[in-house]
């Protein structure tokens, strides 16, 4: 199994939205205000620097809601904290290239690098700490600009103003240069993220017409094995056009047999000011397909009118929330939130809808569908798809089914982390699972859940997948059998809560039983006497020595992922009332979750750097903890949900570079923010059920789809008055904490009143608790 841990001058001013001069806070650079103007325009809200500092691993490039183009700079392609290519610390960039990673913990993609130059060429990209070695090029962040589907910058080696936009699956640049008699462009197909030769198995460039490259490479990093074709124009012909193998030229002008490392450098003579466009197409299938994909999607020089576009498509998607608030920052921290839940899943088929599936085999999509790629499960099925069935629902079904073609393609079967066509196996548990039950139970329409069921069903019940057929035999894993085998043991108890829903959908009753009761194997885990889940033995003894703070009881490798038990205790998301009668009762259950968040923060020298963003042992800059403040709600306290969630908001998000507490991971990150920020918060997003936390804004109104609306207003003298006095549900006094999708899939208003005060009675009863396997 693979964690995040294993791998590892006379130019036109314009805007800025990455500025340092002087400005702190504390040790933060700050960004200026946004351009006001556009009193409807949410775009400015979105602050694209958010997440590219500190270890947020985002990228500021161009690109379109979910689109297979993320078009953007590459200041270093090695290491943790560049997994995305990009680090708002760094002071030169490599160049543009035309795939990037939102936020995960491990580094890929960064496909076709296209750097503009003047002077000599150079053909390796030089040193952070030496940029004139190479084609690099020094950079400041005050002739940087950006905004969603828009990048700029000016090269200042070469006094070069580079500008990026995007299409859903090409590019377009746009570079204004000098007066010079040796302007070029190199193309850099070696260039990958780990900076080792043996990133790449092979590349392909040819020339065609003298003003059109077409290649492709496969790349074996993370996503091993993955092929990305390209289709490349430029809108001057070529002066010059040499291809280079293993950096040294070949004889030939043109070349189109694969080789192991390609890169070409086109040569020009500019004028002061002169404008060279370049228009990128990609695909999965086939240059040809790329080729059809750029002249379908960008077939003329108009780089004004695909930027405006590109603006018009994310003004389009963020209004799909409309918030009421005075608070300008609060604003842009959850613009910028749900920009960042549509950075991925991201679009992997052509025009004429041939994909390239998880067999590696060319497929052609039913009229109006849709393949996608980068579905960071273990992440997302937390609380960026339970806001996808909110927000996004026209795309549920593609997202679903995809995920139900991927498993029936893929040798490797449920997705559990495909990239392009690729299984990185990526985390614990296959949470395709949860995301198909959730829709199921949601109801959506035309999911393929005849065909998901037998892919689901033998994942749970044949496969010998990591532990699984000790799960199966014993009911939990043996750590001494199986690396992080209690995190896996509490991912498969989920999971089969999941395929049990679908099971119960398609009418296999007889399994949905077995599985809802296998659901409670967590109990396996559970330590009465130190109140913790715990690693057992085969033998069936508890493993030791126990640290609830500690990765696990040998070196060997961890019993938990990207996590310990303190945070581990608190992963059972489906049966929380009867997990809370292990404790001991409501009590027992309440003074635990108070232990977890008021614990000191130390945490071993073995802890991986996920664990971030900690209150306590509650870490909240990772996933596992992610619904943690949500469950003082099932045992009577919703008031310290409520106080919880509001510090969390206030505490774990900021307009800043640096502004996440971990890794943006695809979406998760911000999505709990934007929903929380709502509140509420999907727990268990299986059941189909959300659980009160508490409102941020004065009003919100989320677009359901088909005309329908979520109406949320928050009725308070303070905007810090956080506690939820009473709620009224379509006009109605309610009292229960959470409340089922269905009843308000057709559009619902709900009311929070609210109070500086924690009104104790409200939602305390059992019966206001939200429901679980147990109830």
């Known amino acids: 199994m693979i964690t995040r841990r294993d791998f590892f001058s006379s130019m036109i001013a314009l805007p800025v939205l990455f500025d340092l001069h002087e400005k702190r806070e504390g040790s933060r650079p700050t960004l200026p205000t946004p351009d006001n103007s556009g009193e409807n325009d949410l775009t400015r809200y979105v602050k694209v620097a958010i997440g590219t500092g500190g270890h947020g691993h985002t990228y500021p490039g161009a690109s379109v809601p979910f689109g297979m183009v993320q078009l953007s700079p590459d200041t270093y392609n090695d290491g943790w904290d560049w997994c995305s290519g990009y680090h708002f610390s760094d002071s030169s960039i490599m160049g543009f290239s035309h795939t990037h990673l939102s936020g995960t913990g491990i580094g890929d993609m960064l496909d076709v690098l296209v750097m503009p130059g003047t002077g000599q060429a150079r053909t390796v990209p030089g040193t952070r700490e030496n940029p004139g070695e190479g084609y690099r090029s020094r950079f400041d962040h005050a002739s940087e600009s950006a ?241 996808y069935t909110l927000a996004q629902s026209t795309r549920v079904p593609d997202f679903v089914n995809c995920l139900i073609r991927m498993a029936g393609e893929s040798p490797d079967g449920m997705p559990v982390w495909p990239l392009q066509g690729k299984e990185t196996g990526c985390m614990t548990g296959y949470h395709s699972a949860a995301v198909i039950a959730e829709a199921c139970v949601k109801k959506f329409p035309k999911l393929d859940l005849a065909k998901a069921y037998p892919l689901m069903r033998k994942r749970a019940m044949v496969d010998d997948y990591r532990g699984l057929g000790f799960y199966r035999k014993l009911g939990y894993i043996p750590a001494d059998k199986e690396e992080e085998s209690v995190s896996k043991a509490i991912e498969y108890v989920y999971d089969d809560w999941a395929i049990a829903h679908v099971a119960r959908a398609v009418g296999a009753a007889d399994d949905a039983r077995l599985l809802f009761e296998r659901s409670k194997n967590y109990r396996n885990n559970f330590d009465p006497q130190r109140g913790f889940l715990r690693s057992r033995l085969e033998s069936g003894n508890w493993a030791e020595p126990f640290d609830p703070r500690g990765m696990g009881h040998f070196q060997k490798w961890h019993d938990y992922t990207e996590s310990n038990s303190w945070e ?112 509420f918060y999907a727990v268990d997003p299986v059941s189909g059920n959300y659980v009160f936390g508490t409102p941020l804004f004065d009003r919100a109104v989320v677009e359901l789809g088909e005309g329908k609306s979520l109406v949320i207003e928050a009725k308070r003298r303070s905007p810090e008055d956080k506690y939820i006095q009473s709620i009224e549900f379509d006009g109605k006094p309610y009292t229960r904490v959470w409340f089922r999708h269905a009843e308000i899939a057709n559009g619902a208003k709900i009311v929070f009143n609210m109070g500086s005060q924690p009104n104790k009675e409200f939602g305390a009863e059992e019966t206001a608790a939200p429901p679980s396997l147990t109830s």
Not at 185 to 201: T, Y
Not at 206 to 213: A, L, P, R, Y
Not at 310 to 321: D, G, Y
Not at 576 to 600: I, P
């Open 568 to 679: 581990t205790t608190f992963g059972v998301q489906h049966d929380v009332k009867g997990y809370v009668g292990l404790f001991g009762g409501r009590g027992a259950f309440l003074a635990k979750l108070d232990e977890l968040f008021n614990q000191s923060s130390e945490l071993p020298a073995d802890a991986p750097p996920d664990i971030a963003g900690l209150v306590g042992q509650y870490a909240h800059g990772n996933e596992p903890c992610h619904h943690i403040a949500y469950l003082y709600a099932y045992a009577g306290a919703p008031y310290k949900t409520q106080e919880r969630v509001r510090q969390l908001l206030e505490t774990m998000y900021d307009n800043q570079p640096d502004g996440l507490a971990g890794n943006e991971d695809c979406g998760q990150m911000s999505a709990w923010y934007v929903i929380s920020a709502l509140g």
């Open 147 to 387: 905004e969603p589907g828009y990048y700029s910058v000016l090269l200042k080696d070469y006094g070069i103003r580079a500008e990026l936009s995007a299409t859903e699956r090409s590019g377009i640049h746009k570079y204004t240069f000098p007066q010079s008699d040796s302007s070029h462009f190199i193309v850099d197909l070696v260039h990958a993220f780990g900076a080792s030769p043996e990133a790449v198995v092979w590349t392909e460039l040819e020339n065609k017409n003298n003003d059109t490259i077409l290649g492709g490479r496969c790349v074996a990093r993370w996503a091993r094995g993955r092929q990305v074709y390209f289709a490349m124009k430029f809108s001057k012909p070529f002066r010059e056009f040499q291809i280079l193998s293993e950096d040294k030229p070949l004889d030939a002008g043109t070349h189109g047999e694969r080789l192991r490392h390609l890169k070409c450098l086109v040569h020009y003579q500019t004028s002061q000011g002169e404008v060279i466009y370049v228009k990128t197409g990609l695909s999965g299938v086939s240059a040809e397909g790329a080729l059809k994909n750029l002249e379908a999607e960008i077939p003329a020089w108009d780089f004004d009118k695909v930027r405006k576009a590109a603006k018009q498509s994310w003004q389009r998607e963020l209004s799909r929330i409309q918030i009421e608030s005075s608070n300008q920052k609060q604003k842009e921290i959850f613009y910028t939130a749900m920009y960042h839940t549509m950075l991925a899943p991201t679009l992997f088929d052509d025009v004429d809808g041939q994909y390239r599936g998880m067999d590696d085999e060319v497929h052609r999509l039913p009229p109006g569908g849709h393949n996608y790629s980068t579905f960071s499960l273990w992440d997302t099925y937390r609380a960026t798809h339970p806001l």
